[in-house]
T-cell receptor
Framework: EDQVTQSPEALRLQEGESSSLNCSYTVSGLRGLFWYRQDPGKGPEFLFT???AGEEKEKERLKATLTKKESFLHITAPKPEDSATYLCAVHDSWGKLQFGAGTQVVVTP | GAVVSQHPSWVICKSGTSVKIECRSL??????MFWYRQFPKQSLMLMATSNEGSKATYEQGVEKDKFLINHASLTLSTLTVTSAHPEDSSFYIC????????????????FGPGTRLTVL
């Protein structure tokens, strides 16, 4: 059964305190792992797509990496504006996006 | 690029009335559009998948007669919540997959900003 698990559920960081979010997945034949950012009351905003183990992508303070079983979203020197819920998703066997429950990140000044 | 809009952004209606929500891809044509529902503190739940000119495919447990989906063009899909009741109150989000050849990833679902529905 396809499954996506994110940890931790919530993360509270001081501004400048780097950390990582985890997304572990089980899917038959990965067709893409996606990271989105969602602010309260808004739709998810696309961040990255990763397709194969070893792939890495960066955008400002965010860096996403992928292994055969999990993906990490590294937040380097976060700022308060990085506060959001970060969602991980994979294409399941039916070609639909299966989301994890998300990690809520709060960055305090 | 890859902007998806939704209208309205929020709506309040009386129980028993119908509400239509529009989802538009503004700068690309979409092969497929998706409708999700999200409850507070929960992740997105797929309701249905729609392709232009075809009937929508609904997920198990989603009433097709209650949530009517029309995908009339490559840039517009609508969700109509018929005879809405308070339990239909939720955050509805659409997403779109781009056609090839538009300089936009065809693997990535681009999401709209969502519509908050409150049924009194």
């Amino acid at each position: 059964e396809d499954q996506v698990t994110q940890s931790p559920e919530a993360l509270r960081l001081q501004e400048g305190e780097s950390s990582s979010l985890n997304c572990s997945y089980t899917v038959s034949g990965l067709r893409g792992l996606f990271w989105y950012r969602q602010d309260p009351g808004k739709g998810p905003e696309f961040l990255f797509t990763l397709y194969s183990a070893g792939e890495e992508k960066e955008k400002e303070r965010l860096k996403a990496t992928l292994t055969k079983k999990e993906s990490f979203l590294h937040i380097t020197a976060p700022k308060p504006e990085d506060s959001a819920t970060y969602l991980c998703a994979v294409h399941d066997s039916w070609g639909k996006l299966q989301f994890g429950a998300g990690t809520q990140v709060v960055v305090t000044p | 690029g890859a902007v998806v809009s939704q209208h309205p952004s929020w709506v309040i209606c009386k129980s028993g009335t119908s509400v239509k929500i529009e989802c538009r891809s503004l700068d690309f044509q979409a092969t497929t559009m998706f409708w999700y529902r999200q409850f507070p503190k929960q992740s997105l739940m797929l309701m249905a998948t729609s392709n232009e000119g075809s009937k929508a495919t609904y997920e198990q447990g989603v009433e097709k007669d209650k949530f009517l989906i029309n995908h009339a063009s490559l840039t517009l899909s609508t969700l109509t919540v018929t005879s809405a009741h308070p339990e239909d109150s939720s955050f509805y989000i659409c997403s779109a997959l781009a056609l090839t050849g538009q300089g936009v990833s065809t693997d990535t679902q681009y999401f709209g900003p969502g519509t908050r529905l409150t049924v009194l």
